[in-house]
């Protein structure tokens, strides 16, 4: 058996200790939560030896509170390494013979006795062990003893596993009421924290997050509101980045403005995926290292943007070249494409006029930027009569116009005349730029 | 004295450039697809990881022709996306699949001006985005700096494209080029290099400005119409000519 303890910063709860579990499951909250214990001795072999392990285990201890390098007690027993941190922790130096030179307040169970057993001069567990038994458990309790047995490892301890939840919901109470979305970011991102604990020990990575946010007032200027309020996050991959998860929310927060001062958030797990880790590779790879994936940028831009901002063409089998591509949200439609290559498009222009522009007509000749000159065509597009709308049918003559100014263009000319006896009507649809 | 200095300088220094020949360039290019233009630029084509800008007389105008060989090759040689950040029209996915850029490729982002720019900054943080085209007709030089440094990251193509009125400005572009259509010729483009690394470049260059087989089209077209008048000169019954058509028929014989 081999423990470590570790302090743990307040609030002490169970949450803020679930990043241990990824290392062993064999983790226990010490006295209300105030260090947390890691039996080492079973798992170290898989981490690569004990000092690798510790290291690591010190790593996530840093990264899960953001506060650089703690002290650390490790020792045979859960209590000795227990004592030493408790000891680390008041900065005094370990005691030269341990466990027998450690003080007795170190111990959880004898604080209540220290005070009348250094009176008599027993201050050390070793002194306090050199006395006799009998005596001992018939002044203070057979329980001092069999706490000090276990201390030594002479006695078996017994211990309350930490255990994950089966569902992932952890509440805060905010330390002073959020008058904004951004404040809540902060409360939001130590849950986060919990998250990845919670996603690590378990192997999952998320997809769907919800942040729901209890109002403190029940009306404002008179006029009911709900008592709470909630916001999802969604992401295409599962993940076990929370830095990801962070940014989308603080996306979407920045765009939520509160109903009322809040006092209180929930984060629930909504839906997870089992996260296959990938294997390393022992060539260095040919892509540059670092850098986000794909879809991390399109849920970020979409979050700030909206979905209508980021999208990509899919393409539509169809003569009309207004329903010739289709655009939808980046994230779906990157990568498929849509319907195979279109006849002679080299032809078409790479700049599509939408819907297209009315040309003023000077004589017959449609002017943009100065009159234009048509230098091919007419191209018959005749397509579209099928359609139930108005504008579906196109009746359309294609031609190639130029002028110096505005350059190449794709222009057309309504093949029916808005009225009998009027002018033809011509539009500008596209540009070769 | 004028010639001491080129003789102390080691030549074969890697890193050391002369400023009187083009920059070999320690980074990697992308050929552009016109042979006369890569022999202009150092490295032989788009500098990878770093900002090339494009001054153009108008937004929309001859950008496809100068970028759309480059952006080919670069999507048929590794998987990537390409991102256009604030086009001023739409991309029209047939056209640009049909000359080498599919459409399942392209992402567009519509955005206004800080948003935009915030846009392309972080498409250059990803490392599944291949090039990114970014229309910004009003970005401050600081900016520009920014996305040449993000650029550098991840080792993309970059294209800035502004209007002339940028020209003057400082730029922390590698490369600056200016595009312009030819007068009377409406299936030209000609480019002009106004920052390289290497001597300044006095003339024009005169690349395709579209297509080669709408410029051929184009072409037929001229001469089926130019036979077609001459054609219907040659059938004019000789006696019946009209006094207006004499300037017509000189110029024809």
Redesign the interface.
């Known amino acids: 058996m081999h423990w470590i303890a570790l302090p743990l910063p307040p609030p002490h709860e169970e949450a803020m200790a679930w990043w241990a579990l990824r290392f062993t499951p064999r983790v226990a909250l010490a006295d209300g939560g105030e260090a947390v214990l890691l039996e080492l001795a079973a798992c170290e072999r898989l981490w690569g030896g004990r000092e690798a392990l510790r290291v690591q285990v010190l790593r996530a201890w840093t990264q899960a509170h953001e506060v650089p390098a703690p002290p650390i007690g490790e020792g045979p027993t859960a209590l000795l390494a227990l004592a030493l941190l408790r000891q680390a922790l008041a900065q005094r130096p370990p005691p030269r013979r341990i466990p027998q030179g450690l003080p007795l307040h170190t111990l959880t169970a004898l604080r209540p006795h220290a005070p009348s057993l250094e009176r008599m001069g027993c201050r050390t567990w070793g002194a306090l062990r050199a006395l006799p038994r009998a005596g001992v458990a018939r002044r203070f309790g057979a329980q001092v003893l069999q706490v000090l047995d276990q201390a030594f490892g002479d006695a078996p301890e017994a211990h309350t596993w930490l255990e994950l939840p089966d569902q992932f919901a952890l509440s805060a109470e905010l330390p002073a009421l959020a008058e904004s979305a951004d404040t809540l970011l902060w409360a939001a991102s130590r849950c986060l924290a919990a998250l990845q604990g919670w996603l690590q020990a378990r192997q999952q990575g998320a997809l769907a997050l919800e942040l729901e946010w209890r109002h403190d007032l029940r009306r404002v200027d008179g006029v009911a509101i709900a008592s709470t309020q909630a916001l999802q996050v969604c992401t295409a991959q599962a993940t076990q980045d929370t830095a990801h998860l962070r940014r989308l929310l603080s996306e979407h927060l920045a765009r939520t403005a509160l109903a009322a001062p809040v006092n209180r958030i929930t984060l629930r797990l909504l839906e997870s995926a089992p996260l296959a880790q990938c294997n390393a590779s022992l060539l260095p790879s040919d892509t540059p290292e670092g850098g986000e994936a794909l879809h991390q940028l399109l849920e970020r831009l979409t979050a700030r943007l909206g979905p209508a901002q980021v999208q990509a063409p899919v393409l539509r089998a169809d003569h009309r070249p207004e329903c010739m591509q289709q655009w939808q949200p980046a994230a779906e439609a990157l990568g498929r494409g849509g319907d195979g290559p279109v006849p002679d498009a080299v032809l078409l222009p790479p700049w599509l006029l939408r819907p297209p522009r009315p040309l003023a007509v000077q004589g017959n000749r449609p002017c943009h930027h100065g009159p234009l000159r048509l230098l091919a065509g007419p191209q018959r597009f005749e397509a579209g009569w099928w359609s139930e709308e108005e504008e579906g049918a196109a009746q359309r003559d294609y031609f190639v116009a130029h002028n110096d100014t505005a350059g190449l263009l794709w222009v057309f000319r309504e093949r029916q005349p808005p009225a009998p006896g009027q002018p033809h009507r011509w539009f500008l649809h596209g540009v070769f730029g | 004295m004028s010639a001491l200095p080129s003789l102390i300088l080691p030549f074969a220094v890697p890193g050391v450039w002369h400023a009187d020949v083009l920059g070999a360039g320690l980074s990697q290019a992308q050929p552009t697809g016109h042979a006369l233009l890569d022999a202009q630029l150092p490295g032989g084509g788009w500098p990878l990881g770093a900002l090339s800008e494009v001054l153009q007389p108008r937004p929309?105008?001859?950008?496809?022709p100068l970028v759309?060989p480059a952006l080919a090759a670069a999507t048929a040689r590794r998987p990537g996306?390409v991102v256009a950040v604030a086009?001023?029209?739409?991309?029209?996915?047939?056209?640009?699949?049909?000359?080498g850029l599919?459409?399942?490729?392209?992402?567009?982002?519509?955005?206004e001006a800080s948003?935009a720019l915030?846009?392309t900054e972080?498409?250059l943080?990803?490392?599944?985005?291949q090039a990114v085209l970014a229309w910004l007709p009003q970005v401050a030089p600081a900016a520009l700096r920014r996305l040449q440094l993000a650029a550098a990251?991840?080792?993309q193509l970059l294209w800035v494209f502004r209007p002339v009125s940028a020209a003057p400005q400082a730029s922390p572009a590698l490369l600056r080029l200016q595009v312009q259509?030819r007068?009377?010729e409406?299936?030209g483009l000609r480019v002009r290099i106004l920052k390289r690394r290497g001597p300044p470049l006095e003339q024009a260059l005169d690349l395709p400005?579209?297509?080669p087989?709408?410029a051929q089209?184009?072409a037929a077209?001229?001469r089926r119409r130019e036979a077609a008048q001459n054609a219907a000169l040659q059938t004019l019954p000789q006696g019946n000519r009209h006094a207006l058509d004499r300037a017509a028929l000189a110029a024809a014989a």
């Open positions: 929309g105008r001859n950008e496809w759309l996306v086009p001023p029209q739409e991309p029209f996915g047939p056209a640009l699949q049909a000359q599919p459409a399942g490729r392209l992402c567009v982002v519509r955005a948003a915030w846009a972080q498409a943080r990803c490392r599944d985005v990251r991840q080792q259509g007068d009377g409406p299936t400005g579209c297509h087989r709408l089209a184009l077209q001229a």
